[in-house]
């Protein structure tokens, strides 16, 4: 059965440094979407991604934050300048599959797990 | 905005026996859709259940179904003969038609013994 990929697991970084987590949504999938889970606390929307242009963002996406489609088959998500507030589980999902059913549920990936120092 | 209430924050079931983990959500919309996902130790997001607010019948997988109440906002996961490998956090999902994003519930975390 298709699933989302992402890359690293778990990336540790210094604050200030950019990072890219990197994603590979179900390969017949139109949208893509990216959360984050601060560690016991809910999953928050960061944004959503149609038709390689950003359809829908939250007010976490702020300027240090930016997604790419590089190819056809990754979805990365790039924090320019990392705080310690951005430590936390970053999921990436797709949903929508072109010609088909269900477009309305999303199918998240394992998780990178961030961890800024 | 649409929001999301998990008021449980654990609840602990027996195998074999029938646990109900509740949700409401505050909505103006008539066009939704409701999720229940399911994350492990492992943290990875696992959908568990689905159902479309036009459809006024319950959704059931295998040993989980919903009680889906429009009227009162309400959407509980029931799940039935309970397993060990039930045990996770639960949260409620929801979104709107005319939007993509899932605004999730706080979570209820889900307690199975033997």
């Known amino acids: 059965e298709p699933e989302v990929t992402q890359t690293p697991s778990h990336q540790v970084t210094q604050m200030g440094q950019e990072v890219i987590l990197r994603c590979v949504p179900i390969?017949?999938?139109?949208?893509f979407y990216w959360y984050r889970q601060i560690l016991g606390q809910k999953v928050e929307f960061l944004v959503s991604f149609y038709n390689n242009e950003i359809s829908e963002k939250s007010e976490i996406f702020d300027d240090q934050f930016s997604v790419e489609r590089p190819d056809g088959s990754n979805f990365t998500l790039k924090i320019r300048s990392t705080k310690l507030e951005d430590s936390a589980m970053y999921f990436c999902a797709s949903s929508a599959p072109r010609g088909g059913a269900g477009t309305d549920t999303q199918y998240f990936g394992p998780g990178t797990r961030l961890t800024v120092l | 905005a649409q929001t999301v209430t998990q008021s449980q924050p654990e609840m602990s079931v027996q195998e074999a026996e029938t646990v109900t983990l509740s949700c409401t959500y505050d909505?103006?919309?008539?066009?939704?859709?409701l999720f229940w996902y399911k994350q492990p130790p492992s943290r990875q997001m696992i959908l568990v259940i689905r159902?479309?607010?036009?459809?006024?019948q319950n959704a059931t997988e295998n040993r989980f179904s919903v009680n889906f109440q429009k009227a009162a906002k309400s959407f509980s996961l029931k799940i039935s003969d309970s397993q060990l490998g039930d045990a996770a956090m639960y949260f409620c999902?929801?979104?709107?038609?005319?939007?993509?994003?899932?605004?999730f519930g706080t979570g209820t975390r889900l307690l199975v013994s033997p």
């Open positions: 909505t103006s919309e008539s066009d939704y859709y």
């Open positions: 159902q479309e607010a036009y459809k006024q």
């Open positions: 390969s017949n999938h139109l949208y």
């Open positions: 999902a929801y979104r709107s038609g005319g939007f993509q994003k899932l605004v």
